[in-house]
């Protein structure tokens, strides 16, 4: 009890606390009341079934079951709230109706503790929806101290390593991971009607391509070969393209040996999808009309309030290049630029820092991250990037230093990065080769030659456009959640020690 009723976090004995519960507990197991021997309970309704359905279920028996998470003696009557799934309810548990027996063991539960219980639904005096108790049972003896009540669950580094703590004080919490759950159902939904089949692809390869990134590294011992963890999954998914599977998606965890902070997790989640026969072009309209689907299913509006601004995913989203973001927020236009050499002068005149093996498309990117990024509020894609930061897309056909790329941004933050997709495998061999020049020079994000990728494409792959979409960018911007272990039940978070 009195853990429940300390409203203003008095000092109390924690240890203390702890014993009482395991003398509980050993108290109920030598009086043959085990919980933990209790193998099923067989729930009728939730929390919420009762509430929206009163009418039909006054006066008829339930059974529900959740955890305490209040509760009240009154002498020969007591109330408790009862948290379940989708919400809470209260019961009222009175020694008339359970018995003496039952009632004297219903006294000693403890907040924390998960029951099970069987009554009549029915309206207190003050109105409010409870069910009458003919029988409680305890399933589970809680043996720790839950956080107290009145402050609930507030160190943040507590809630992302006991997110199971975290999720029973914080109803949001719990409301954002059911959110994320029926945001990637959406995903699939509408993927599925647009004929895109999901498919499965390796997590250990020996060639992590597809993005510049950092992989992990292991080892196979049957095979005793050094393997790594996937940064992408689109070397694969291309393959499949070459095979004759024209729509494919896969949503899947990557792995990047990268830092962490409010946008980044080593391991995180991305789908991404290619269709035969389409461009970038086509992937800008199937972006933009899965985005609106999505929020609309979930969220019931494509107005989505994030921070302090409310972003509109119902007007057509914006479509720039990136050379006009540049010249649009940094005043600096590249198609001015002629070479390397007067890039990188214009780059130190503006205080930009690049890398001596950097080139004029490296700089032109280096120029847009820093002025043009953090305007990007509203949907805008930004188009054509420069070929030295995209080693796996097609050229633009009139403009071949540019390649027919873009990336959608909202809030400052790229959302997804898409191509229409290499298919020439000469060029492609030469952007390789142009990538294990720059890890040779120390760019330790650079790809290496995927020589069956390689054989994949000279068997011949059609015309295809290509996306990765960074699924928990998504769920943060639809549950309106700052940072990204706010979105995914088990960040990864630094050794105690």
């Known amino acids: 009890m009195a853990e429940a009723q300390n409203p203003r976090g008095q000092e109390q004995d924690i240890n203390q ?16 009341k085990d919980p933990f021997q209790i193998t099923k309970y067989d729930v009728t309704h939730h929390s919420t079934d009762i509430k929206e359905n009163f009418e039909e279920l006054e006066g008829k028996t339930v059974r529900i079951a959740g955890r305490v998470m209040s509760k009240r003696v009154m002498g020969k009557a007591s109330f408790c ?30 907040v924390g503790d998960i029951v099970g219980i069987e009554g009549e639904v029915f309206k207190t005096k003050t109105g409010e929806i409870s069910v009458h108790a003919a029988q409680v049972t305890l399933l589970s003896k809680s043996l720790q101290v839950l956080p107290e009540k009145f402050h609930g669950l507030t160190n943040t580094d507590i809630r992302y390593r006991q997110r199971y703590t975290d999720l029973i004080m914080n109803s949001e919490v719990k409301d954002t991971f059911v959110k994320r759950s ?13 004929g895109f089949l999901e498919v ?35 070397l694969y998914l291309k393959r499949l393209i ?22 980044h997790n080593p ?88 890398e001596a093996r950097h080139a004029k498309g490296d700089i032109l990117n280096l120029f847009f991250e820093e002025f043009a990024e953090g305007h990007l509020i509203q ?24 390649v027919e790329r873009f990336e959608l941004f909202i809030y400052g933050r790229e959302m997804c990065n898409a191509y229409s ?36 494409l000279e068997i011949g792959m059609p015309p295809t456009g290509g996306i990765g979409y960074g699924i928990d960018r998504l769920v943060m911007l639809l549950t309106n959640s700052p940072a990204i272990r706010d979105v995914l039940l088990f960040p990864t978070m630094k050794p105690l020690d």
């Not at 606390?17 to 043959?32: H, P, T």
């Not at 070459?242 to 792995?255: D, H, L, P, T």
């Not at 990538?435 to 390689?454: I, R, S």
């Open 200 to 234: 499965e692809t390796p997590m250990l390869v020996s060639n992590a391509g597809g993005a510049a990134a950092r992989p992990f590294e292991t080892h196979y011992n049957a095979l005793d070969e050094d393997v790594k963890l996937r940064i992408s999954l689109e």
């Open 267 to 354: 391991e995180f989640t991305l789908m991404e999808l290619y269709q035969a026969y389409t461009d970038y072009h086509g992937m800008m309209d199937l972006t933009e009309n899965m985005f609106r689907y999505v929020a609309q299913e979930v969220c019931g509006t494509t107005l989505i309030p994030y921070g302090e601004e409310m972003i509109d995913l119902g007007k057509p989203f914006e479509r720039i290049t990136m050379v006009e973001a540049v010249k649009k927020y940094a005043g600096v236009d590249f198609d001015q630029i002629p070479d390397t050499e007067a890039a990188k002068k214009i780059a130190d005149e503006k205080g930009v820092h690049y």
């Open 17 to 32: 606390l702890l014993k009482v519960r395991r003398e509980k507990l050993a108290a109920l197991q030598a009086a043959g």
């Open 81 to 110: 709230n009862i948290q379940d799934l989708p919400g809470n309810i209260q019961s009222y548990v009175a020694r008339d109706s359970i018995g003496e027996e039952s009632y004297a063991d219903f006294k000693k539960y403890d």
């Open 421 to 456: 997709e290499l298919n020439d495998p000469i060029d492609q061999r030469e952007r390789f080769q142009a990538q294990e020049a720059a890890l040779a020079a120390g760019d330790e994000e650079a790809n290496t030659t995927d020589e069956d990728f390689m054989n994949a």
């Open 182 to 194: 029926k945001i990637i159902s959406a995903i699939r939904r509408y993927l599925e009607n647009q």
């Open 379 to 402: 949907p805008v894609f930004v188009m054509d990037h420069p070929v030295e930061v995209s080693p796996l897309t097609k050229r633009k056909p009139d403009k071949p230093d540019y």
């Open 242 to 263: 070459v095979g004759g599977m024209e729509r494919v998606f896969e949503i899947g965890r990557v792995f990047r040996n990268e830092g962490l902070d409010t946008r």
